[in-house]
């Protein structure tokens, strides 16, 4: 059993909805709209909107096959089911997918910020504080996370509230047409770009649904209100961006969304006024670091046969710094990793794995009835 | 233990004995030849053969009830024509001579110590073994007056004073629940302070009150001087600049604490009561704001919000815009901050600390001199020297109304230990502001907001009911909502339900008009 379980922490369905949202809102609003956009063009939120209904599906694996043992995450389950070295390697699977999102995340994270407010500062700076906020999270635990994301969804919120208020004077409909002009299975293929987003947070479940208050009954409909909820609330900006950019101009950012933030202007005397919507976009970000912090802690704490994951914390903390470190320090290797490497590495293991527990579970029931 | 020590304690074990000679000796022994230690002797029913003595502190006993015991002893006795003998214990004496309201029977010689060094009179006689405890505290008092550091305008003026027990009846005064408790306690070896702690039976948060015993009964301590003491030894937080104990000397503000179903604290010798659990939200909520109609107590709680987030970050946001991102200045303004900086020779980050000190130093300066002389301080400091300061081109007349703006700011806010706690957060976030911009910022101030987020107060999150998120608690958060929707109490009160359905008030229809 891993660390929240022994402890009994519980996290209420309101919150396990706001950290669904912020592990997914933060790179789905902008460098994943970015790439959808060099796809399939206007249809940013087409791509956006199938995604997000694939989502809701493999959420919904997700919550059925933990809700028999409620109590029981990913790794706890398959240790269960088919002993402890195979828990061990879903634990480093685990692992493995958090630490490649890492990169992801750290892109958007670094470029938002280094590029369009800090272009002097060193790159080491972008990457220690992030580590550091998020290990002080991580060291308080997951209630603590969760109480953070609830404020980061609030944020959400009013960073949204701020786009619309400062794009509406130049959207332009005829920039969103038409409608599925690249077909279907170019959308679809392109909407395997926002998979990769919501696979962060299909995994959270798998490892935080046993700490969610009656994750047996709810937690299947809070996954799925997460995700969806997710989704419409990034689905705001890839409208924006293609009506008020326009998709041409959309996909020559790497941060698509920092140029639709720079753009947004109240009035004449409020012309700029990102860094408000970068303030506000500061929690979710965070949130994502210090999650990724602690699901490989967790899993780290579950190959090394540990029983706390305090002590994981501060090793993961350097080995997932180096690791965005070496990804964001070339960009060329960055939109590479982000564009080809991360979705291959993210979507086998986001719909593989519930999938694969699901079928063990079906096959090996009794066995966990008799445990 | 030293020698001395133990020796008094073992004297403080052992009981009276029937001798008066042996008992006044041990208390002379342990009492010394203090100077205001008073023995007046007496006779029991004015017979030689039956000597005592009455012992008490000069100045905090009231010689009016001293007088009363002597007469009562010595005149009452013989005008009865009762025999002493025919009284042979202090349980005869307390019931059939004694006129004063409270005087019991004393067996140990701790008891009687304690009683003498509280106040009250202990009264030794030859031939019993027990001494007659006899309550006598009256020593002088602070009048109540209006509290200084939470002031209102409407609303009750009482302050609490030094004595806990006028401190008790002022909130027994406001609440007559006979479910109102005050379980006493005492801590500090030496000082042996009195506490009380309150809380209405029925709506108490279940364990809370068991779990301020217990907090209080591990303190180990020889005094207890203030409050503060027992605060910083039974909060949640230790090591946090965020006070999980809510301090204040308003009764209004206990009795609407205790009614939410919360415990407060009552130490002796201080004006200062503690309430547990605290929320951060409270210190921003006035007593004016329940007093006042709801649409005024709302508005305010807002300009006081406002005045917590320009306390905290204006100074910080201030020198990461000028120093770092001066593109998002609006151009008109940033060209009016330009124009004032031109001169300064300092850092923007440099300035902003040497005046945000200077101010420190004028307020701590204005604080500790008398008032006529503070007030003077703080004209000249604020006035002249700023005014100097921006002639002589040390500071930008900007930062000057930044500084000035926040200052004001963190005085709205109602809870002065809060905003002291804010003064200090103010120093790192615009170290940091000033030293990394936005990513400086931004880690510290999230760095704090997850500390903020990870503090209990006796099992309560601190920064409930925003979070975690209790819609039902939502009515007296950021706005305070009219007394008749605020139906129900916090939701870990015992029982939450505060009023009937349908308060609101409705126009009644004339008939035949």
Known sequence: MTNQQTTR??????????????????????????????AVGQDMWLATLLGTLQGVAVMYITYVAIRK???????????????????????????????AGFGPIMITFVYHLQEYFLPEAPLYLFIVAPLLVGLLGCFYGLEVMARLALVGLLFIFLLNVLIIMGSTNEFDIRNLLPVMENGFPRTFAASLNFDADWALATMLAAVVLPSVKNADKTGGKNGMIGIAASGLLTMIW????GAVLSAEVTSQYTVSCMKLARNAHMGHFLQRYEMIMIALYSIP???EVMFCIYATSISAAKIAGLKSNKAMIPIVSVILGCFGYWIVDDHFRAIDYLENYWPRIALPIAFGLPVLLLMLRLMLGKKLNKA | MSTAQEKLQEQLAASFTPQLADNAAVLDQILGKSADMQQRELKLCGSSEYPGVCCFVDGLADTSIIEAILKALIVFGSDLHRDPAAMPTAEEICTTLMVNASAKPCRQVRDGIAGIVSGDTLVLIQGLDEAILVSSKGWKDRSIEEPSSENNVRGPRDGFTESIRTNTAHVRRRIKDPLLRFDATVVGTRTQTDINIAYIQDLVKEGLVEEVKRRLKRIKIDAILESGYIEELIEDAPLSPFNTVQSTERPDKVASALLEGRVAIFIDNTPVVLIVPTFFWQFIQAPDDYYNRYWVGSFFRCVRYLALIISLVLPSIYVMLVSFHHEMIPTSLAL????GREVVPFPVLLEAIMLEIAF??????????????GQAVSIVGSLIIGQAAVAAGLVSPFMVIVVAITEISSFAIPSYSSSLALRIFRFPLLIASGTFGLLGFATVFFALM??????????????APASPFRPSDQRDMLLRMPIWMMNDRPEFAQDTKRMGEQQMPTQQTRKGG
């Open chain 1, 9 to 38: 922490v519980q996290i209420t369905s309101g919150m396990f909805i706001a950290m669904i949202v912020n592990l997914i809102f933060v790179k789905a609003i902008g460098v994943t709209q970015g790439v959808i956009a060099r």
């Open chain 1, 69 to 99: 043992t409620p109590n029981l995450d990913f790794m706890a389950l398959s240790e269960r089911l088919l002993g402890k070295w195979i828990a061990k390697v879903i634990a480093l699977i685990i692992f493995l997918f958090f630490l």
């Open chain 1, 238 to 241: 890839p409208i924006l961006e």
């Open chain 1, 285 to 287: 970000v965070l949130f």
């Open chain 2, 336 to 339: 009016t901050i330009a124009s």
């Open chain 2, 360 to 373: 420190e130093l004028m307020r701590e300066a204005g604080l500790r001199m008398p008032k006529p002389i």
């Open chain 2, 450 to 463: 997850l500390h903020a987020l990870s503090i209990r107060s006796f099992g309560e999150s601190y920064m």
